[in-house]
T-cell receptor
Framework: GAVVSQHPSWVICKSGTSVKIECRSL??????MFWYRQFPKQSLMLMAT?????????EQGVEKDKFLINHASLTLSTLTVTSAHPEDSSFYIC??????????FGQGTRLTVV | QKEVEQDPGPLSVPEGAIVSLNCTYS??????FMWYRQYSRKGPELLMY????GNKEDGRFTAQVDKSSKYISLFIRDSQPSDSATYLC???????????FGGGTRLMVKP
C-alpha cells in the first residue's frame, strides 16, 4: 500500500485563487519532504525541500511567495499555490525519504487553473 | 552535461521480450540507486532500490549497479503490456536526501 499519501489527486480552480496540496507520510516520520513539478512527458523538477520545524529551501527560479510550503509535523507537508494562474497548471508530486534511504512518492496532484 | 543521463525512448518491444533500461551518471558520490515506474498521471512508484554496486532481483525485475563505470541498469524479463510506463532512475549520495533523476525512459510493450 501507499506509504506517502497526497491529496487531492486533481483540482480545478479559478485564476487568482489559492490551492493547498497535502502530503502525508503514513507509517514513518519524515523530517524532510520534497515537492516536484512535472510537465507532460518530462521528468520531475525539484521545486523545494520541506523541512519540519524550519523554513523550506527553494530551488532557483521557484517563487517562494507563490508556492508556500509548510511542514507542520513529522508526517505532513503542505504546498499552497497562491494566486494561481493558468501557467501554474501542472502535475505536482511530493516525496518523502524513509530512514534516509528509500524515497516514496505521493500519487501526484493534477492542478488545472482556468 | 546532466548529472544523470537516461535515454528518453520511446522503447517499443513485443510482449515477452527482455527489456534493458539504463542510466549513466557523473557524480561518484552517488551510492543509493533507485528505479521508479510512472504511469501516466500518477506519481512514481518505487520498483527497485540498491545500495552501492551489485545486482538485486525482485520477480521479473533485476537492478544492476556498476559504480566503476557509473552505469546502472534495470532489466525486465517476460515483459507485459502492463509494464508500459515511464521508468525513472534516481540516485543520491550520503549528503542529504535529495534525489537526482534521470529524464525517464518511456517503455511500450505491445501485445
Amino acid at each position: 500500500g501507499a506509504v506517502v499519501s497526497q491529496h487531492p489527486s486533481w483540482v480545478i480552480c479559478k485564476s487568482g485563487t489559492s490551492v493547498k496540496i497535502e502530503c502525508r507520510s503514513l507509517d514513518f516520520q519524515a523530517t524532510t519532504m520534497f515537492w516536484y513539478r512535472q510537465f507532460p512527458k518530462q521528468s520531475l523538477m525539484l521545486m523545494a525541500t520541506s523541512n519540519e520545524g524550519s523554513k523550506a529551501t527553494y530551488e532557483q527560479g521557484v517563487e517562494k511567495d507563490k508556492f508556500l510550503i509548510n511542514h507542520a509535523s513529522l508526517t505532513l507537508s503542505t504546498l499552497t499555490v497562491t494566486s494561481a494562474h493558468p501557467e501554474d497548471s501542472s502535475f505536482y508530486i511530493c516525496s518523502a525519504p524513509r530512514a534516509g534511504t528509500e524515497a516514496f512518492f505521493g500519487q501526484g496532484t493534477r492542478l488545472t487553473v482556468v | 552535461q546532466k548529472e544523470v543521463e537516461q535515454d528518453p525512448g520511446p522503447l517499443s518491444v513485443p510482449e515477452g521480450a527482455i527489456v534493458s533500461l539504463n542510466c549513466t551518471y557523473s557524480n561518484s558520490a552517488f551510492q543509493y540507486f533507485m528505479w521508479y515506474r510512472q504511469y501516466s498521471r500518477k506519481g512514481p512508484e518505487l520498483l527497485m532500490y540498491t545500495y552501492s554496486s551489485g545486482n538485486k532481483e525482485d520477480g521479473r525485475f533485476t537492478a544492476q549497479v556498476d559504480k566503476s563505470s557509473k552505469y546502472i541498469s534495470l532489466f525486465i524479463r517476460d515483459s507485459q503490456p502492463s509494464d508500459s510506463a515511464t521508468y525513472l532512475c534516481a540516485m543520491w549520495g550520503n549528503a542529504g536526501n535529495m534525489l537526482t533523476f534521470g529524464g525517464g525512459t518511456r517503455l511500450m510493450v505491445k501485445p
